[in-house]
């Protein structure tokens, strides 16, 4: 659901929360390891931060406010975590997907 030109809103249930929460912190540390560039140290930031805010608010009736310009860096993670080479089970990648719009 989009809530305005600049986020959407994220609402799953609690077990979706932590699958997807869990992706984007592993992402966020195997693609913007410490001592990167300053732009992959802010890529790793606002992906840990959004990591929190699915973990705490995706799975309760207000919802999570995501930001849209990181969809693609959500659908990355989705992909690599429940992908081939990453370690999450791949029958959440397609639902978790379908949540990103």
Known sequence: MLTGPKTFLLRCAPEFAQ????????????AYPPGRSDCAQVAHQTLMESARAVRAGAATEGGAVLRRRQRSHFKAAINWYFGDEGPGAAAYRDPLLRLIP
Do not use: F, G, I, P
């Open 19 to 30: 699958e997807l929460a869990s992706a984007l912190e592993v992402y966020a540390n195997a």
